[in-house]
Nanobody, 115 residues
């Protein structure tokens, strides 16, 4: 059983910052990729950022504003969200993919950007 526990969501004003965390536990196996997706109301879930080894990838809409990082010893991935915009409002989901092709999801954490 693998669990992904997210934290750090909340409400901020435009221009503000948040840091999301996602800690993986259980019989994880070998981690290939950890990342973050988001889903806004009425929209499809979209990839925000992912990290595989030392390589990070970002959606164009968040490049230069969001930073993904990972603590391998803690099996934890972080997402630093800076210069937040109202359009960043969504439920953010953590995901983990193993080299054995298993894919796990967190329960989601709400990020709301509003004045």
């Amino acid at each position: 059983q693998v669990q992904l526990v997210e934290s750090g969501g909340g409400s901020v004003q435009p221009g503000g910052s948040l840091t999301l965390s996602c800690a993986a536990s259980g019989s994880i196996g070998s981690i290939k990729t950890m990342g973050w997706y988001r889903q806004a109301p009425g929209k499809q879930r979209e990839l925000v950022a992912a990290i595989t080894g030392g390589t990070s990838d970002y959606a164009d809409s968040v490049k230069g504003r969001f930073t993904i990082s990972k603590d391998n010893a803690k099996n934890t991935v972080y997402l630093k969200l800076n210069s937040l915009k109202p359009e960043d409002t969504a439920v953010y989901y953590c995901t983990l993919i193993t080299w054995g092709h298993s894919n796990y999801w967190g329960q989601g954490t709400q990020v709301t950007v509003s004045s």
